[in-house]
């Protein structure tokens, strides 16, 4: 039903690294995320007083506070689909995470409100009145909370809107928070045991729960998450394609929201290639990346000897020393400065963030072994973290 409603209201929909059809479907989902909550509203809370349950109404206001959360989602799409500008060169797209964590925040508060109105239940109860249009309703927004959970989640996956997953979570909380409203609903009149404040505190602390879960995704992008494993594996991929270029690192991503996103990288190619024919290769890689990942792309090129029988000796010596040490541990831009008396190894060692030793220990760990295996050769060596 997503892909039938996507191809009726969204032009272009298969296009979704298109921005106007990115916010196409920002739109879509926020209308469609405004109407199906207010309706919902609307229906819990006529049940509500006629029932008497406050549990019901609490659900009801939850369903009106996703209705303002689907209309900062629309916000934020709108918002960060404007163009880069003077003040914002890198473009507008963040605000779109910033939606998502305002809407978070709503969930939140909205859940401690309930939380409070709940608790007063519990201790000062008030009587129910069974209703069998309240439980058709209840039951009717449990299955139509899945559908949309769902459909916020495929549209968010599809065009990659950390609003739209967090939308998709708070209705599948939702979904959970009305199935215990309708147990406390069952379970009262069935025993005559009166727990819709009980029922009501669940609630809240579901929907208090989602708001924190949707925040922290929301957060994490703003904060500086690390890129997709199939990103950086595909950026490899594309970049290896020319028989020119013989390894990659230094692979460094800014996410500056969906569309807006910065690569720079380091390409190592053959030493003794032409220099101009080294720069078309770069040139030709950087348009390939580009055009096929949908990212703005720096890469640098990095020369590596590769027909000098010494030094590649020297290499493989101090790769085999970097194995021993941990198989977690790589090296890059190795190069020799050779005296009379002394050969100064010089590269870079990757050392995983929460390696079981110290950058410094593992400086000193090398060096030593490096000079131990052969005495006139000592290591200067930087230390590189890796960003994916």
């Known amino acids: 039903?997503?892909?039938?409603?996507?191809?009726?209201?969204?032009?272009?929909?298969?296009?979704?690294?298109?921005?106007?059809?990115?916010?196409?479907?920002?739109?879509?989902?926020?209308i469609v995320g405004i109407v199906c909550n207010i309706i919902l509203f609307l229906f819990k809370l006529t049940a509500g007083f006629v029932t008497s349950s406050v549990s019901i109404m609490a659900d009801a206001i939850n369903n009106l506070s996703d209705a303002g959360s689907s209309i900062v989602t629309l916000a934020?799409?709108?918002?960060?689909?404007?163009?880069?500008?003077?003040?914002?060169?890198?473009?507008?797209?963040?605000?779109?995470?910033?939606?998502?964590f305002i809407v978070s925040g709503l969930i939140v508060i909205m859940g401690f409100e309930l939380f409070r109105t709940s608790l007063v239940k519990v201790i000062h109860p008030e009587p129910l009145e069974f209703s069998v249009v309240s439980i058709v309703i209840l039951v009717g927004s449990i299955f139509v909370k899945l559908w949309m959970s769902s459909f916020n989640r495929k549209l968010g996956n599809r065009?990659?809107?950390?609003?739209?997953?967090?939308?998709?979570?708070?209705?599948?909380?939702?979904?959970?928070?009305?199935?215990?409203?309708?147990?406390?609903?069952?379970?009262?009149?069935?025993t005559g045991i009166n727990i819709d404040g009980i029922a009501g505190v669940i609630v809240a602390l579901f929907v208090m729960y989602a708001g924190f879960g949707a925040a922290k995704d929301t957060l994490q992008?703003?904060?500086?998450q690390p890129p997709e494993r199939e990103f950086v594996e595909e950026i490899e991929k594309l970049l290896l394609e020319d028989e020119h270029i013989i390894g990659m690192h230094d692979l460094v991503v800014h996410n500056y929201g969906p569309g807006r996103v910065f690569v720079s990288a380091h390409a190592e190619v053959p030493s003794n290639l032409d220099m101009m024919m080294?720069?078309?290769?770069?040139?030709?890689?950087?348009?390939?990346?580009?055009?096929?990942?949908?990212?703005?792309?720096?890469?640098?090129?990095?020369?590596?000897?590769?027909?000098?029988?010494?030094?590649?000796e020297l290499k493989q010596m101090v790769v085999d020393i970097v194995n021993e040490v941990?198989?977690?541990?790589?090296?890059?831009?190795?190069r020799t400065v050779r005296g009379p008396y002394l050969t100064n190894l010089i590269f870079d060692i990757l050392v995983p963030y929460g390696f079981k030793m110290s950058d410094e220990e593992v400086v000193h760990t090398i060096q030593k072994k490096i000079t131990d295996q052969h005495s006139n050769c000592q290591a200067v060596i930087h230390v590189d973290k890796q960003m994916y």
């Open 221 to 224: 992008p703003l904060l500086g």
């Open 1 to 30: 039903m997503t892909d039938l409603l996507s191809r009726l209201f969204v032009k272009n929909y298969k296009d979704t690294k298109n921005p106007d059809v990115r916010l196409a479907y920002g739109m879509f989902a926020g």
């Open 278 to 312: 080294a720069h078309d290769v770069i040139d030709m890689a950087e348009r390939r990346i580009g055009k096929k990942m949908g990212c703005f792309i720096t890469i640098h090129m990095d020369p590596v000897v590769i027909d000098d029988e010494i030094i590649n």
């Open 76 to 100: 934020g799409f709108k918002l960060a689909s404007k163009p880069a500008d003077t003040q914002h060169p890198y473009g507008h797209g963040r605000i779109e995470y910033i939606s998502g």
């Open 326 to 334: 941990s198989s977690e541990l790589s090296i890059h831009d190795f």
């Open 159 to 190: 065009v990659d809107s950390a609003a739209m997953k967090a939308t998709s979570i708070d209705s599948l909380s939702d979904c959970i928070s009305t199935t215990v409203v309708l147990a406390g609903v069952i379970f009262t009149q069935a």
